[in-house]
């Protein structure tokens, strides 16, 4: 089996930045903070917080350094450490035999927090829905002189929540055929970490854990609850994770699985897809790509798990690419956003336009790279009336409008299909992935990040030839008609669909006239994509599940990942590449394509 080392693995030996899945070039690798030095000149002058600008410069370790002791946090021990690799059924513990019964159960859990700690008594004086200590006020409430807020994820640094506008859920799905058992959770958070959901695991049962074959974790990537990665804290160089609020999730989960899995009962399967999409192929009303070139992933996928009375629904799952940031920035109420009313219409229907199925709705995230999400669109109601974006309003048409396309997806005249006795099996991998990002590389020496790193040498500063792996996983599942891989984090369509011929624009052009820096439409890819590789399995719906396993960031197609020139990973580049300064460097995706190629070539 594979392992990560702290000391011993050289940095030639890690997978290549290269592949031959999607033809990507191979890409130079942007300077270490210290390779020159005027990427230290570029950091002093830079906008970044004093402390972080001192950890990234502290980070380097160039000729003639005294090595000195950084602190990487929560590292491995030195030595091998295995990364896991499975297949079910087909590894020794898990033949496959068993009563060929394919059986579904499903569980809501709550994981709303219990006390929004002094969130409640801030007082916002300039309205900027952010806490700046030098013109804001709260009741300290302990006495210990802080602000102990719980922050919200995304946007900005410094938003502590306010409220609780709706519930805060994980949902789960278990699956189970002969002795092949997966437990899906979908929740409403940013993201979790890989650490995070290992942990989870080993907070299970131990009965229960003997029963798992696969935990796969999806983040919705909801931008209105609380930071669970810590990038959002009250400042940058604080971390707004509550490693206290992250372990009562896990233990309340672990409840969750449990008591799906003692709820298992036989079940059919309806599969579907279809284009969410306005006339013409248009989504001015429903998405837009704020990355050039615009290629919006226009499928939502559906299972429907079905009783054995034949009527009874046990759950359905919504796969679709979208942020759900409808409320944007100023909002601090903590809500699903519009994966709350979306999953409120497929289980209960809207009156007046149609019966839900009810249920347990899942939703579960996909291709939302580049900014896909519905930060200026206009969302319709139901009545085709138009709302104003970034309100609860247009959250409850938006969800609304997705579910209508979900109930849509089932009809067998849309070309869904029923599966009696489908099949369930999966590999899975966990991969080295390297961290460039040196913005990253700071926040994990500043404790911001809460997960392990691997092979390089705590002992000596970050460098060149010193740069940290975090280990993460890829999964490719079949759950009969309907295929899905995961990724790690936020993934372009592009790299699922193409699109680069426009034909995935949603009516907007594939190039704004007027970007500065526009990608050399020429260089992308000629594919095959991942759905072309997925659909090469035989399945008649291909799904990309995204925030899985891990959440590392933007995942961008290499032919146009570009930094800045003077102070990347600080500052974007020129035209859209806000994206690379929130990725961990341009080798994560071709490792990537890479681990996922791999499980999709083997044959079951």
Same mark, same amino acid.
């Given at each position: 089996?594979?392992?990560?080392?702290?000391?011993?693995?050289?940095?030639?030996?890690?997978?290549?930045?290269?592949?031959?899945?999607?033809?990507?070039?191979?890409?130079?690798?942007?300077?270490?903070?210290?390779?020159?030095?005027?990427?230290?000149?570029?950091l002093r002058n830079s906008?970044?917080?004093?402390?972080?600008?001192?950890?990234?410069?502290?980070?380097?370790?160039?000729?003639?350094?005294?090595?000195?002791?950084?602190?990487?946090?929560?590292?491995?021990?030195?030595?091998?450490?295995?990364?896991?690799?499975?297949?079910?059924?087909?590894?020794?513990?898990?033949?496959?035999?068993?009563?060929?019964?394919?059986?579904?159960?499903?569980?809501?859990?709550?994981?709303?927090?219990?006390?929004?700690?002094?969130?409640?008594?801030?007082?916002?004086?300039?309205?900027?829905?952010?806490?700046?200590?030098?013109?804001?006020?709260?009741?300290?409430?302990?006495?210990?002189?802080?602000?102990?807020?719980?922050?919200?994820?995304?946007?900005?640094?410094?938003?502590?929540?306010?409220?609780?506008?709706?519930?805060?859920?994980?949902?789960?799905?278990?699956?189970?055929?002969?002795?092949?058992?997966?437990?899906?959770?979908?929740?409403?958070?940013?993201?979790?970490?890989?650490?995070?959901?290992?942990?989870?695991?080993?907070?299970?049962?131990?009965?229960?854990?003997?029963?798992?074959?696969?935990?796969?974790?999806?983040?919705?990537?909801?931008?209105?609850?609380?930071?669970?990665?810590?990038?959002?804290?009250?400042?940058?160089?604080?971390?707004?994770?509550?490693?206290?609020?992250?372990?009562?999730?896990?233990?309340?989960?672990?409840?969750?699985?449990?008591?799906?899995?003692?709820? @298992?009962? #036989? =079940?059919?399967?309806?599969?579907?897809?279809?284009?969410? %999409?306005?006339?013409?192929? /248009?989504? +001015?009303? &429903? *998405?837009?790509?704020?990355?050039d070139p615009v290629v919006?992933?226009?499928?939502?996928?559906?299972?429907?798990?079905?009783?054995?009375?034949?009527?009874?629904?046990?759950?359905?799952?919504?796969?679709?690419?979208?942020?759900?940031?409808?409320l944007w920035g100023s909002?601090?109420?903590?809500?699903?956003?519009?994966?709350?009313?979306?999953?409120?219409?497929?289980?209960?229907?809207?009156?007046?336009?149609?019966?839900?199925?009810?249920?347990?709705?899942?939703?579960?995230?996909?291709?939302?790279?580049?900014?896909?999400?519905?930060?200026?669109?206009?969302?319709?109601?139901?009545?085709?009336?138009?709302?104003?974006?970034?309100?609860?309003?247009?959250?409850?048409?938006?969800?609304?409008?997705?579910?209508?396309?979900?109930?849509?997806? @089932?009809? #067998? =005249?849309?070309?869904?299909?029923?599966?009696?006795?489908? %099949?369930?099996?999966?590999? /899975?991998? +966990?991969? &080295? *992935?390297?961290?460039?990002?040196?913005?990253?590389?700071?926040?994990?020496?500043?404790?911001?990040?809460?997960?392990?790193?691997?092979?390089?040498?705590?002992?000596?500063?970050?460098?060149?030839?010193?740069?940290?792996?975090?280990?993460?996983?890829?999964?490719?599942?079949?759950?009969?008609?309907?295929?899905?891989?995961?990724?790690?984090?936020?993934?372009?369509?592009?790299?699922?669909?193409?699109?680069?011929?426009?034909?995935?624009?949603?009516?907007?052009?594939?190039?704004?006239?007027?970007?500065?820096?526009?990608?050399?439409?020429?260089?992308?890819?000629?594919?095959?994509?991942?759905?072309?590789?997925?659909?090469?399995?035989?399945?008649?719906?291909?799904?990309?599940?995204?925030?899985?396993?891990?959440?590392?960031?933007?995942? @961008?197609? #290499?032919?146009?990942?570009?930094?800045?020139?003077?102070?990347?990973?600080?500052?974007?580049?020129?035209?859209?590449?806000?994206?690379?300064?929130?990725?961990?460097?341009?080798?994560?995706?071709?490792?990537?394509?890479?681990?996922?190629?791999?499980?999709?070539?083997?044959?079951?």
């Amino acid at each position: 089996m594979p392992a990560a080392r702290r000391y011993d693995v050289a940095m030639s030996s890690l997978p290549s930045a290269n592949t031959a899945i999607v033809g990507a070039p191979t890409l130079p690798l942007p300077p270490a903070p210290c390779s020159n030095a005027g990427v230290q000149e570029t950091l002093r002058n830079s906008t970044l917080a004093p402390a972080l600008i001192a950890l990234s410069l502290s980070a380097c370790s160039c000729a003639g350094d005294t090595p000195a002791a950084a602190d990487g946090g929560d590292t491995a021990d030195a030595g091998a450490v295995p990364l896991a690799r499975r297949e079910c059924p087909g590894d020794p513990s898990c033949p496959g035999d068993g009563d060929r019964v394919f059986r579904a159960a499903a569980a809501v859990v709550d994981i709303t927090p219990l006390d929004l700690l002094e969130g409640p008594s801030f007082v916002d004086a300039d309205g900027n829905a952010m806490y700046e200590r030098r013109f804001d006020s709260f009741t300290d409430a302990d006495g210990d002189g802080r602000f102990d807020a719980l922050w919200i994820a995304g946007f900005d640094y410094g938003r502590p929540a306010m409220g609780v506008h709706d519930p805060l859920e994980a949902r789960v799905l278990a699956l189970s055929r002969n002795d092949t058992t997966v437990v899906l959770v979908t929740a409403d958070v940013m993201g979790f970490f890989h650490d995070d959901i290992l942990e989870l695991r080993e907070r299970l049962d131990p009965a229960v854990s003997a029963e798992v074959d696969l935990l796969l974790w999806s983040s919705t990537h909801n931008h209105e609850a609380p930071d669970f990665l810590g990038m959002w804290g009250p400042d940058e160089t604080h971390s707004g994770r509550d490693p206290d609020y992250v372990s009562w999730i896990q233990d309340r989960v672990a409840a969750g699985i449990a008591d799906a899995l003692a709820r @298992l009962e #036989p =079940a059919t399967l309806v599969h579907g897809s279809i284009r969410a %999409e306005g006339p013409a192929g /248009s989504q +001015e009303h &429903l *998405l837009e790509d704020t990355r050039d070139p615009v290629v919006i992933n226009p499928f939502l996928n559906v299972l429907r798990l079905v009783a054995a009375d034949g009527a009874t629904t046990i759950a359905t799952v919504v796969n679709y690419g979208s942020h759900p940031e409808e409320l944007w920035g100023s909002n601090m109420q903590l809500t699903a956003d519009f994966p709350h009313y979306l999953r409120q219409a497929v289980e209960d229907g809207v009156p007046g336009h149609f019966d839900g199925l009810g249920g347990v709705c899942l939703y579960v995230q996909s291709t939302c790279g580049g900014l896909i999400g519905p930060r200026h669109v206009r969302p319709l109601t139901l009545d085709g009336a138009e709302t104003e974006p970034n309100t609860f309003e247009g959250a409850e048409a938006l969800g609304q409008v997705l579910a209508r396309f979900a109930l849509d997806a @089932l009809d #067998p =005249a849309n070309g869904a299909v029923a599966e009696a006795d489908p %099949e369930l099996r999966f590999r /899975s991998r +966990e991969l &080295l *992935l390297r961290v460039d990002n040196y913005a990253f590389q700071a926040a994990f020496l500043l404790g911001v990040f809460g997960r392990a790193l691997y092979d390089y040498d705590p002992d000596y500063p970050f460098d060149d030839n010193n740069v940290p792996d975090i280990v993460s996983e890829v999964v490719y599942l079949r759950v009969g008609e309907s295929s899905m891989i995961t990724v790690p984090g936020e993934s372009t369509p592009e790299l699922f669909l193409g699109g680069y011929d426009g034909a995935f624009a949603g009516g907007y052009p594939l190039v704004q006239p007027d970007n500065p820096n526009p990608p050399d439409i020429s260089a992308a890819p000629a594919g095959p994509y991942l759905r072309d590789l997925v659909a090469a399995d035989g399945s008649r719906f291909q799904w990309l599940i995204g925030l899985a396993q891990d959440e590392v960031g933007y995942l @961008l197609p #290499p032919y146009d990942y570009q930094l800045h020139p003077t102070q990347p990973y600080i500052d974007d580049a020129p035209g859209d590449h806000y994206e690379e300064t929130n990725s961990l460097g341009p080798r994560a995706v071709p490792d990537i394509l890479e681990a996922l190629g791999e499980l999709l070539a083997e044959t079951w």
